[in-house]
């Protein structure tokens, strides 16, 4: 039974760029959640999608924009890089919105020079 | 300005005795509780959690106690193993988010033999 796998695992992109991270989520589940992580932090809540919408924001500029395909997987994307963009990035998959038990991968981290 | 707040980066234990971590929270909506653990260049995993009208949940070695007049909840690891090693994150929701969870920045937890 595949877990939630992520790609790509590392990445550098400059200033202005933009990037665009991937996500399958574990088998059977449909809901997909995007975090970031920086260094010595803890996780923050970007967006959750569901049944292929965005159901829920965290506080992110509109410089962050996802997507979720009917199979489920779902794509995170973020234009106009800034340096402090730098961080790991993390998907989470649930099955609906009914518990916090998320199951997540295990990153993309981005460097952002 | 941080809601769930785990004042200790890091924790040394004997391995055998007893891990307490724990976790305070300023907002008075939250009404779920969840703790994580990582290991590096893995996803978080969840580990337990406590809604709002218990006090305390165990499962197995871990034991987690709510506190809602002190806004404080923390995790018990009875008796500590070497492959508890790893960061513990606390992580909350509030009523009506959808499980929209809130971290705090980590504990890294270290048993030592």
């Known amino acids: 039974d595949a877990g939630v796998t992520q790609s790509p695992t590392h990445l550098i992109k400059t200033r202005g760029q933009q990037v665009t991270l991937r996500c399958s989520p574990k088998?059977?589940?449909?809901?997909v959640s995007w975090y970031q992580q920086a260094l010595g932090q803890g996780p923050q809540f970007i967006f959750q999608y569901y049944e292929e919408e965005e159901r829920q924001r965290g506080n992110f500029p509109d410089r962050f924009s996802g997507h979720q395909f009917p199979n489920y997987s779902s794509e995170l994307n973020v234009n106009a890089l800034l340096l402090g963009d730098s961080a790991l990035y993390l998907c989470?998959?649930?099955?609906?919105?009914?518990?916090?038990?998320?199951?997540f991968g295990e990153g993309s981290r981005l460097t952002v020079l | 300005d941080q809601q769930v707040k785990q004042n200790s980066p890091s924790l040394s234990v004997q391995e055998g005795r007893i891990s307490i971590l724990n976790c305070d929270y300023t907002?008075?909506?939250?009404?779920?509780f969840l703790w994580y653990k990582k290991y590096p260049a893995e996803g978080p995993t969840f580990l337990i959690s406590?809604?709002?009208i218990k006090d305390k949940n165990e499962d197995g070695r871990f034991t987690v106690f709510l506190n809602k007049s002190a806004k404080h909840l923390s995790l018990h690891i009875v008796p500590s193993q070497p492959g508890d090693s790893a960061v513990y994150f606390c992580?909350?929701?509030?009523?009506?988010?959808?499980?929209?969870?809130?971290w705090g920045a980590g504990t890294k937890l270290i048993i030592k033999p």
């Open positions: 907002n008075s909506m939250f009404d779920y």
């Open positions: 989470a998959s649930s099955l609906g919105q009914l518990t916090g038990e998320l199951f």
């Open positions: 406590i809604s709002s």
């Open positions: 992580a909350a929701s509030e009523v009506g988010s959808n499980y929209q969870l809130i």
């Open positions: 088998s059977g589940h449909d809901t």
